[in-house]
């Protein structure tokens, strides 16, 4: 399927009212927006792209999500979501710059929003953040204080005198000799 397909199948399912800004109250607004309440979505470029795919997805999330209680910040996250479920949906890989750009601007309002006051915010995290579990062995830091040593026996710096290089091996051995007894 082709994204223009895709978007035209989209349009027509959520019934969105396409604007080339023309009906725009506020018609110095230069960027694609909705107005969710009329679904419709102006000054969107089409194009065969993920990028102009993802823009309109966006953009009928927020016609989609939309609740008057949302911050701008959250009003801005799920209609992101929301974006980012069709696209699994349709099998469309969105890539990690795109992401990240909607992250940033999420992390941007809700930053404004905290100075501003405003509180309870919840984390608005589109990638939810992989609790990061140490997979490290005694082994690998092993081979990497071993990689250290040869680096300092080995090496030609000339800033490293003698005996600094002499007592860093030295020091070194004893640190893999440290880890490898393992004791208490
Ligand atoms: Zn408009
Ligand atoms: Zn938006």
Redesign the pocket.
């Known amino acids: 399927m082709k994204y223009t397909e895709i978007q035209a199948e989209i349009i027509k399912k959520y019934r969105v009212d396409l604007?080339d800004?023309t009906?725009?109250?506020?018609g110095d607004?230069s960027r694609t927006?909705a107005?969710p309440k009329q679904r419709?979505v102006?000054?969107w470029k089409q194009a065969n792209s993920i990028q102009s795919t993802f823009t309109l997805l966006h953009e009928v999330g927020h016609i989609e999500t939309h609740q008057s209680w949302m911050r701008r910040a959250e009003s801005e996250y799920h209609a992101t979501v929301w974006a980012l479920e069709r696209c699994k949906e349709y099998g469309i890989e969105v890539p990690a710059k795109i992401i990240k750009e909607y992250q940033d601007y999420i992390d941007d309002e809700k930053a404004r929003g905290l100075r501003r006051g405003g509180k309870g915010y919840a984390e608005l995290k589109l990638v939810p953040e992989k609790k990061k579990k140490s997979t490290t062995t005694r082994a690998d830091i092993i081979r990497k204080l071993e990689e250290i040593k040869e680096l300092i026996a080995c090496t030609d710096a000339d800033e490293l005198t003698d005996y600094a290089r002499e007592k860093a091996y030295i020091d070194l051995c004893d640190a893999i000799d440290q880890i490898n007894e393992n004791d208490e």
């Open positions: 604007c800004g009906r725009c109250k506020d607004w927006h107005h419709r102006c000054k």
